[in-house]
């Protein structure tokens, strides 16, 4: 069924928010706590580093529930529209999550930052995210509700009785 794709999609890219928000809450603090103590960071980057770990889990988690309703919609709704949400969705949390989360690490890591993974690609997953909600709504707005199969030999075996 298409739409179980996107609800397995969903639940499996919220389980890992979950577990990238409690890597952050737990052993990332506690290694940036460290870090701070010894004086190899300040306290102003371990607070903008847990914001930022906080903002991508978060948006990973809202973007994971939004890819399960694009699953569940589809069970009733016809629309090309939702692969594309459920595409762009998934897309948004590749680039602005996913790419949040691996600048972190790398400036917990080794210190660097990738200025280009932030200028480009996290603001890119960010207007992902933008155009999924937009070919959700639209998706309602225009499409036609499906019949499941069952329904639809049942409506032809009427006809053909009538």
Known sequence: M???KWIRIGSISGALGVSLG???AHAVQSALQTKTESG???GEVMTRI???WSTATQYMMYH???IVLVGLVAIHVCSK???YAGIFFTAGITGFSLGLLLYNIMLITSGTKIVL???AVVPLGGI???IGWVCLAAALWSGNTCQAPQQASEQTARNQDE
């Open 50 to 52: 847990l914001e930022n």
């Open 128 to 130: 992902c995210f933008i």
């Open 117 to 119: 993974l932030v200028a």
């Open 64 to 66: 994971s529930i939004a």
């Open 40 to 42: 190899a960071m300040t």
């Open 2 to 4: 298409y739409g179980s």
């Open 22 to 24: 409690a890597l952050g």
């Open 81 to 83: 529209l939702l692969t």
